[in-house]
């Protein structure tokens, strides 16, 4: 049976320099668990798009002040992380749809689109959780 071995939690304002906070943090908690470089790489990228598309996506339009964004690690005895971003944003109303490769709303042309497919692709699997009143990601990764 696998146990919880370390958990860290924190929430930040949904502005874009808190990328780089959620960034630093979980580079922080899985630094003494062993990882290469590449897996602390895909790791980073995973949590930055979370962290990204519930800043620009999920608080769109809104109040930075007022809008919290939360991250959770977690991290168990059969060597795999928990990763889970939340945020009490606007939802995303068809979540296969997002899913998609190339799919966005980015009105802008910034975006391409391929968050969602990267975080499930560099992860070794992804449940995605939305209503009107938020949205939550959790990502598992084996630290093998
Ligand atoms: N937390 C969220 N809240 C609301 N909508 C979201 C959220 N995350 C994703 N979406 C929606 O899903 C779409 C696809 O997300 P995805 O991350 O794949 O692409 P993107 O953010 O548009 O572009 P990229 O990630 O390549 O910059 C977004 O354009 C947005 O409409
Ligand atoms: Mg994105």
Redesign the pocket.
Known sequence: MKTLKNKAKTQFLALSENESFARIFTAGFVRNLGVTPSLLADIKTVVS?AV??AIV?GYRGRDAESSLVFLELKYYSDKTLIITVTDRGCGIPDIEEAMQPFFTTDAEGE?SGM??PIMDAFSDSLRLTSSPKGTRVTMKKKLL
Do not use: D, M, S
Request: proline residues 0%.
């Open positions: 798009e990204t598309n996506h975006r968050g969602l």
